[in-house]
C-alpha cells in the first residue's frame, strides 16, 4: 500500500485512491529506466502533502502581498539557504512551478522577443524551452542550434563557438535531456564571455549528479542555472534558477511578478526537505552510484551489440539507436514496457525517422539506483532488454509475460519510498 497511507482518502474518494495505489504498485513492480524519473523520500512525499498547500504567498520572503507569512518565509528561506549551501551559489530563486516556466523566466529576464538564442538542437539532444519551433521558446525568439557530431555523437564545440561569433546570441543554453557526455562548462564560458552572451546552464537532467560531486559543477561559469528539483536531485517537481548576485534581481522579478503568481509552498518544503538529504553523505554515494551503475548497463548493452550515441555514457544517461535491431523506438519501448522495463522512445542524431516514432531509445539509472540496484544487476537487466526487443521483433507477448514476472521477482527485494506491500 502507499506510504504514507491514505485511509481518508480510500474512504471518501474510492475511485482516486484506487488509482494513486494502482500506479504505486506499478512504481514498485517495474524496472524505471526513464532518465528524468526518481523515487522521492516518504519525508518529501509528507512535506508536499501537507496544510502549506493551503496558503497563498505573492512575493518573496519579507516582501509579500498576503498576510500570514509567519511560517512560510522561514520554508522557503531554508530552502534557498541550503541550494545556496548544497551548490555554492550566491542567489536561489525556489519558486519556479517547473523547468519550463524557470527557463521561460530567463528568456523574460535577459532577451525580447525576436532576440537570437542559442542551444544544442532538441533532436540532438536539447530541450523544448531552448528554441524548439514547437514551444513559446521557438515562436518568440530566434533560436539558432548547435549540434552533436556525427562522428563522435559529442557536442561541437567548434561549432557552437563558430555559430556564436556568426549569430550574436542573447542568450546561449547548454545541457539537455539526452545528453549521455559531461558538459564542458569552461569551454561554454569562454564562448559565450568572447561574445557577451549570457550563459545559461540547464542542469535539470544532472543536478543531482553535481550535488553529489560526481559531475563538474557550472557554478563559476555559467551566469544563470536552471534545474529542476525531480530528476536526479530527487526531489518534488519544481525547478529553481540559481545565479550570481549580479542577476538575483532581474531573475526574482521574471519569475514574480513577471511570470507566476503564488508560490506553491508545500512544493518549496518539500525542496527544502530534498536539499537536505542531498547534502549526505549518502546522496554522494547515490549520485556516484548511479553513474557506476550507468556505466555497467552501457557496457552489457554494448556487449550485447547496441549502438549507444557517443559510444557510452559519463552521467546516468544512455541513448541507443536501434537501427541495428530493425526495430522502430516506439514498438521497442512499447515492448519493454509490457515486459515490465519503463523507458522512452527518443530520437537520435541525425535520426532519419519521424520523432513520433524514431530510432532510438533513451534510459538511465536514477530510479534504480534509489531502490538499491548496482552493478551487479546491470548485466540482467541488459539482457532483459534485448530479450524484450527481440521478442518485439517475433510479436512473442509470452516471453514479454516472462520477463515481466522475472523483473517483479527481482524487485520484491528492493524496498521503494512510497510503497510498501500490504501486511499480511
Ligand atoms: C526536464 C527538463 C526541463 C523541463 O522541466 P519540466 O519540469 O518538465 O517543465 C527543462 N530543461 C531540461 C534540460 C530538462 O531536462
Known amino acids: 500500500m502507499h506510504q504514507p497511507p491514505l485511509p481518508d482518502l480510500t474512504r471518501n474518494d474510492p475511485e482516486v485512491a484506487t488509482l494513486i495505489e494502482a500506479e504505486a504498485r506499478r512504481q514498485f513492480e517495474t524496472i524505471r529506466l526513464i532518465p528524468s524519473e526518481n523515487y522521492v523520500s516518504t519525508a518529501v512525499l509528507e512535506a508536499c502533502s501537507s496544510v502549506l498547500t493551503n496558503k497563498y504567498s505573492e512575493g518573496y520572503p519579507g516582501k509579500r502581498y498576503y498576510e500570514g507569512q509567519q511560517v512560510i518565509d522561514p520554508i522557503e528561506e531554508l530552502a534557498i539557504e541550503r541550494a545556496k549551501a548544497l551548490f555554492g551559489?550566491?542567489?536561489?530563486?525556489?519558486?519556479?512551478?517547473?523547468?519550463?516556466?524557470?527557463?521561460?523566466?530567463?528568456?523574460?529576464?535577459?532577451?525580447?522577443?525576436?532576440?537570437?538564442?542559442?542551444?544544442?538542437?532538441?533532436?540532438?539532444?536539447g530541450h523544448l524551452t531552448h528554441g524548439s519551433p514547437v514551444s513559446i521558446t521557438g515562436k518568440w525568439f530566434r533560436p539558432v542550434h548547435y549540434h552533436v557530431r556525427r562522428d563522435t555523437g559529442r557536442i561541437d564545440l567548434d561549432q557552437a563557438?563558430?555559430?556564436?561569433?556568426?549569430?550574436?546570441?542573447?542568450?546561449?543554453?547548454?545541457?539537455?535531456?539526452?545528453?549521455?557526455?559531461?558538459?564542458?562548462?569552461?569551454?561554454?564560458?569562454?564562448?559565450?564571455?568572447?561574445?557577451?552572451?549570457?550563459?545559461?546552464?540547464?542542469?535539470?537532467?544532472?543536478?543531482?549528479?553535481?550535488?553529489?560531486?560526481?559531475?563538474?559543477?557550472?557554478?563559476?561559469?555559467?551566469?544563470?542555472?536552471?534545474?529542476?528539483?525531480?530528476?536526479?536531485?530527487?526531489?518534488?517537481?519544481?525547478?529553481?534558477?540559481?545565479?550570481?548576485?549580479?542577476h538575483a534581481t532581474a531573475l526574482d522579478k521574471a519569475v514574480f511578478p513577471g511570470l507566476q503568481g503564488g508560490p506553491h509552498n508545500h512544493t518549496t518544503?518539500?525542496?527544502?526537505?530534498?536539499?537536505?538529504?542531498?547534502?549526505?553523505?549518502?546522496?554522494?554515494?547515490?549520485?556516484?552510484?548511479?553513474?557506476?551503475?550507468?556505466?555497467?548497463?552501457?557496457?552489457?548493452l554494448i556487449e550485447r551489440g547496441y549502438d549507444l550515441v557517443s559510444g557510452g555514457t559519463d552521467n546516468h544517461l544512455i541513448l541507443i539507436d536501434l537501427t541495428r535491431q530493425e526495430i522502430g523506438g516506439k514498438p521497442a519501448a512499447k515492448a519493454l514496457d509490457r515486459a515490465g522495463i519503463e523507458l522512452n522512445f527518443n530520437t537520435v542524431p541525425y535520426d532519419p525517422r519521424k520523432p513520433w516514432n524514431p530510432s532510438g531509445i533513451r534510459l538511465g539509472t536514477p530510479a534504480v539506483t534509489t531502490r538499491g540496484l548496482t552493478e551487479e544487476q546491470m548485466p540482467q537487466i541488459a539482457a532483459w532488454i534485448d530479450e524484450a526487443i527481440q521478442a518485439a521483433r517475433k510479436d512473442d507477448e509470452a516471453t514479454l509475460t516472462r520477463i515481466r514476472g522475472e523483473v517483479r521477482e527481482l524487485l520484491a527485494a528492493y524496498p521503494m519510498p512510497g510503497w510498501a506491500p500490504t501486511p499480511a
Open 269 to 300: 518544503a518539500g525542496i527544502a526537505v530534498a536539499l537536505r538529504e542531498a547534502s549526505l553523505p549518502d546522496f554522494r554515494r547515490y549520485a556516484h552510484q548511479t553513474v557506476a551503475n550507468a556505466k555497467a548497463l552501457a557496457a552489457a
Open 89 to 125: 551559489v550566491e542567489h536561489v530563486n525556489v519558486q519556479p512551478y517547473s523547468g519550463s516556466p524557470a527557463n521561460l523566466a530567463i528568456y523574460l529576464a535577459f532577451a525580447s522577443p525576436g532576440d537570437t538564442i542559442m542551444s544544442v538542437e532538441l533532436a540532438h539532444g
Open 161 to 246: 563557438r563558430d555559430l556564436a561569433r556568426a549569430e550574436r546570441p542573447k542568450l546561449i543554453f547548454c545541457g539537455g535531456t539526452a545528453l549521455p557526455r559531461t558538459i564542458d562548462f569552461p569551454a561554454f564560458a569562454e564562448i559565450a564571455r568572447e561574445v557577451g552572451a549570457i550563459l545559461v546552464a540547464d542542469i535539470s537532467h544532472i543536478a543531482g549528479l553535481i550535488a553529489g560531486g560526481a559531475h563538474p559543477s557550472p557554478v563559476g561559469y555559467a551566469d544563470v542555472i536552471s534545474t529542476t528539483t525531480h530528476k536526479t536531485l530527487r526531489g518534488p517537481r519544481g525547478a529553481m534558477l540559481m545565479s550570481t548576485a549580479e
